[in-house]
Structure formats: C-alpha cells, structure tokens
Nanobody, 116 residues
Framework: QVQLVESGGGLVQPGGSLRLSCAASRTRFTNNYMAWYRQAPEKQRELVAGITNGGSTNYADSVKGRFTISRDNAENTVSLQMNSLKPEDTAVYYC??????????WGQGTQVTVSS
C-alpha cells in the first residue's frame, strides 16, 4: 500500500502563486506516473497535470503556461507550481500515483482557494 501526503494548499489572491507538493511512501514497485487532479464543487474531478518517471509531462489546456509539474524520482515526490492563479482554479487538488501501470493511489486532497 502506498500513501500519498500532500501539502501546500491555501488561500491566495488572483494572480498569485502556490506550490503543491506530494510525497509518496517508498515501495519496491515502479512509480510510472504521478499527477495532480482537481475537483471543484459540483464538478467532476479533472486532470491538471501529469508526469512520467521519464519526465514526460501533460497539462490541461486551462493551465498550460501557468502551472508546472515536476518530480524527484529519488525522493518519490511530485510538485505543482501554480502561477497566475485565477478564481476558477479554486478546487480540492489531489495527488495521484500509478505503479506498474496498474496500481492507482490517491492523496487525501488539499484545498486551493483563489479569491480576493
């Protein structure tokens, strides 16, 4: 069983920045892919950004150019740098990790609120 622990959420004004971090517990299995999802009230959970253990990334169109995902394979961590935040970025952000291309794990979620 893998545990994902998120940190870094909070309240920020529009145009501001936040950095989310997620640490995965160690396991003998290969961590192929890590990502950040978000879910706003009354909306479906959506992919924000993802990164493979080889460094390939993918982003939702709505965050391209504003958010940057990165990972440290040695430390089993993934981070999301969020710049130029907008009110519509307000959501609970979840860390996700996939091992061996089949085992899926989620963090508990961290609230990001963008408001003046």
């Amino acid at each position: 069983q893998v545990q994902l622990v998120e940190s870094g959420g909070g309240l920020v004004q529009p145009g501001g920045s936040l950095r989310l971090s997620c640490a995965a517990s160690r396991t003998r299995f290969t961590n192929n892919y890590m990502a950040w999802y978000r879910q706003a009230p009354e909306k479906q959970r959506e992919l924000v950004a993802g990164i493979t253990n080889g460094g390939s990334t993918n982003y939702a169109d709505s965050v391209k150019g504003r958010f940057t995902i990165s990972r440290d394979n040695a430390e089993n961590t993934v981070s999301l740098q969020m710049n130029s935040l907008k009110p519509e970025d307000t959501a609970v952000y979840y860390c996700y990790a996939q091992y061996e291309w089949r085992y899926n794990y989620w963090g508990q979620g961290t609230q990001v609120t963008v408001s003046s």
